[in-house]
């Protein structure tokens, strides 16, 4: 599958950069483009001169808002973030056509951090344009949601994070989430790295993204995952994960290779289970798989360490997971020394973190308002003491 990437805001911008780093894999390792074209937008000057891969003439690094905003971002503003992307936009939506292979471009995908400005309130604006302009292509979001330390200390976050979220599910084709608590909590010394971070966000996209993109017939599964596939497992709230697990290499005599044991076979499958097992505890976003009403799984590994019988182990396990989920799925035999399943859980009916945003930001919405009231009536309260008071303007 071929992706158009776009990154809004600082952390938008910086996982895009790492899908520009994938699709240079993808060109050394297979000679094939999974990416077909990033650009990164935002009102902050600075953070587009920071990033590393993503073109750096204007026309891929795009700044919104300059007028109004000086280069200086817009602070967490996220619904000043939308006003500009709303008076900018345009500048977005042509840029992408000049992507080189932009008619081979099979959906965009927007990516953005919930909780700032910029990206927060860019992100619906952008992929409705998208959508208005580009009709027929889907336009994908992958929304990173805050640190626990940030919904505590800010809850300006929550609000964001959450008006973020209402906005963009109501035009998107799909939602990847991805939240950046669970990638500290599955490795402490990643709290401080936030570009290991952006990479473990990427990942999971690789050989999905890959396996129908490789023609050479050696690699070419027996049933390929192609974009449509894809497409037709995105809907609504979404998380992705991928689990991997090592295959042993004992040397073996050429002619011991015939006779694989009854119990390797087993372990074969167990692998791949295994590997399974991984993908759906390192998904993107804590969920039920039982609340999926679409599900897609990949199988990636050596063509020897592939066979019916674990394309059917790991279809009954992923049915027994997620019981009320149409599924797809694939296989990638592309070589390599593990046994790798990427698994995506699509149409989530229900996911607790944003049931728990949605109230939250409910609540602070109305203490806002009753704060602005009060605050309004003191502040009238004292130019009324200077009533009597002379002016001098
Ligand atoms: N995973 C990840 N999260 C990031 C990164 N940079 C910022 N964040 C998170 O993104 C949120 C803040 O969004 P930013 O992208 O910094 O904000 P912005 O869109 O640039 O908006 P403003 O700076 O407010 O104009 C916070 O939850 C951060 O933890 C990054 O490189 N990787
Ligand atoms: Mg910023």
Same mark, same amino acid.
């Given at each position: ?108 995908? =927007?990516?953005?951090?919930? #909780?700032? !400005? %910029? @990206?927060?309130?860019? /992100? ?7 959508? +208005? ?100 497992? =995105?809907?609504?709230?979404? #998380?992705? !994960? %991928? @689990?991997?697990?090592? /295959? ?7 002619? +011991? ?105 409910? #609540? ?30």
């Amino acid at each position: 599958m071929r992706l158009l990437v776009i990154g809004l805001g600082q952390c938008g911008s910086r996982v895009a950069d790492q899908f520009v780093r994938l699709n240079k894999r993808a060109q050394g390792q297979w000679g094939v483009d999974i990416v077909t074209g990033t650009f990164a937008v935002n009102t902050d000057q600075t953070d587009l001169t920071g990033l590393t891969h993503i073109g750096s003439d204007y026309m891929h690094r795009i700044l919104i808002g300059g007028r109004k905003t000086w280069g200086h971002g817009v602070g967490k503003v996220n619904e000043l973030g939308a006003e500009l992307a709303r008076e900018d936009g345009d500048k977005v939506v042509d840029a992408v056509r000049t992507a080189p292979n932009f008619y081979q471009t099979h959906a965009f995908i =927007l990516i953005a951090g919930a #909780a700032g !400005g %910029t @990206g927060s309130g860019a /992100i619906s604006i952008i992929a409705q344009m998208l959508k +208005e302009r580009y009709i027929g292509k889907p336009v994908y979001a992958l929304v990173v949601l805050p640190f626990e330390h940030e919904e505590m200390a800010e809850l300006r976050s929550v609000y964001n994070t959450a008006t973020c979220l209402k906005s963009i599910h109501s035009v998107a084709d799909g939602v990847f989430l991805a939240d950046n608590q669970r990638y500290v909590r599955k490795d402490a010394s990643l709290a401080m790295n936030l570009d290991r971070i952006n990479s473990a966000i990427a990942e999971p996209f690789y050989d999905m993204m890959c396996a129908g993109e490789v023609t050479r017939f050696k690699y070419v599964g027996a049933k390929t995952l192609d974009a449509g596939d894809i497409m037709q497992s =995105l809907d609504g709230w979404t #998380a992705i !994960g %991928t @689990g991997r697990s090592g /295959i042993p290499r004992a040397f073996r005599f050429p002619w +011991e290779l015939a006779k694989v044991s009854f119990k390797e076979k087993g372990a074969e499958t167990l692998r791949a289970m295994q590997a399974m097992d991984a993908a759906v505890s390192e998904l993107s976003v804590g969920c039920s798989p039982e609340d999926a009403g679409r599900a897609l799984y990949l199988l990636s590994a050596p063509a020897k360490d592939m066979s019916m019988d674990i394309a059917k182990g790991l279809g009954d396990y992923l049915r027994e997971l997620a019981e009320n989920a149409v599924i797809r799925a694939g296989d990638f035999p592309r070589g390599g020394t593990t046994v790798d399943v990427t698994i995506i859980l699509s149409q989530l009916a229900f996911v607790q973190k944003i049931r728990d945003y949605y109230d939250r930001a409910t #609540a602070f919405a109305q203490t806002q308002k009753e704060r602005i009231k009060e605050t309004t009536g003191r502040l009238r309260d004292m130019e009324d003491a200077a009533k009597g008071l002379p002016s001098l303007i």
